[in-house]
């Protein structure tokens, strides 16, 4: 396993400038992703950039440090490795399928974290190639938090790997529980407190460009704005999501949330307006 330690960050211009750069690569059959952690050995958790978070995401102060708000801080680490030779396909292109996050233990503002960033295993799917990036939080000796994440490479026509089964199959009837609406700009103040910067997620004319009709929601923005309204109403110590992307959320829309709650689980949908076509699929345990 090789070890990248990251001091400093390079802006988010080098990083987008380095993940467009990997357009030109052409590779033949992946057998596996070279085995690279990346590491940010010291992070503190800042309290303006967890409040511009949690206000983009619709989530109180009382909430404390949302549950995914660490993938903020292991982000520009994926950004990294899509811009640098352990990454043999181009960044564009790259689908976010699916993903885990689990909090062991509370994380307050001021807590130092080390953030690692780790690449994973190959799937199969019938779209292109998965492969699977592990991110961890870790405070002193003791893991804080950790995700799993599932990235569709579309196109790749020779796939290695076993094929990819979501841990989440159709659900039991949920009922509406709420409505919310994602503004046309929405992807643009995510990305600004993310670093997310996909050209998808901008604009309408960015995404055009890419081939879609309109810009779309980050997912995982959906996927928080759907918590603040699920999480408990104070800082809660243990819990796991886990989401998988259906259909794009174009932007702007008026979205629908549907949900079972079970004694210590809540499964959820976040579906359109008329409720009959999901964007997310989701668990939460806490």
């Known amino acids: 396993m090789k070890i990248i330690e990251i001091n400093k960050l390079p802006g988010q211009v080098a990083l987008n400038l380095g993940a467009l750069r990997s357009s030109s690569k052409r590779p ?43 993938h903020m801080l292991a982000f520009p680490l994926s950004m990294m490795l899509f811009g640098s030779k352990y990454y043999p396909w181009p960044a564009m292109g790259t689908v976010h399928l699916a993903n885990q996050a689990r909090q062991h233990q509370r994380i307050h503002v001021g807590d130092e974290l ?8 190959l799937l199969a799917h019938e779209k292109g190639q998965i492969f699977t990036l592990h991110s961890r939080a870790i405070r002193g000796s003791t893991l ?15 796939v290695t790997g076993p094929a990819f089964e979501g841990d989440l199959k ?4 949920l009922s509406h ?22 050209p998808i997620h901008l604009s309408a004319l960015t995404a055009r460009i890419l081939g879609f009709k309109r810009a779309i929601a980050h997912g995982m923005w959906t996927t928080a704005r759907a918590l603040s309204t699920l999480m408990p109403r ?18 702007p829309a008026r979205t629908s949330l549907w949900t079972s709650r079970t004694e210590g689980q809540t499964l959820f949908e976040v579906r359109n307006a ?13």
Not at 114 to 121: A, F, K, L, P, S
């Open 114 to 121: 080390r953030i690692e960033m780790q690449t994973g295993e």
């Open 177 to 198: 529980q709420a409505d919310f609406y994602a503004g046309a700009g929405i992807g643009r103040r995510y990305a600004f407190v993310s670093g997310d910067v996909n």
């Open 234 to 251: 104070e800082p809660i110590e243990q819990a796991c999501v886990t989401a998988e992307f259906k259909t794009p959320l174009y932007l």
């Open 170 to 173: 159709d659900p039991a009837p």
């Open 28 to 70: 033949t059959v992946v057998e596996a992703l070279p085995a690279v952690t990346y590491v940010r050995p010291k992070v503190v958790v800042d309290g303006r950039a967890v409040a511009a978070y949690a206000k983009v995401c619709g989530f109180k102060a009382a909430h404390g440090v949302p549950l995914l708000y660490p």
């Open 274 to 286: 008329k409720g009959d076509k999901p964007h997310l699929r989701g668990r939460v345990q806490c």
């Open 144 to 158: 804080m938090w950790e995700s799993t994440g599932h990235f569709l490479r579309v196109g790749v026509k020779q």
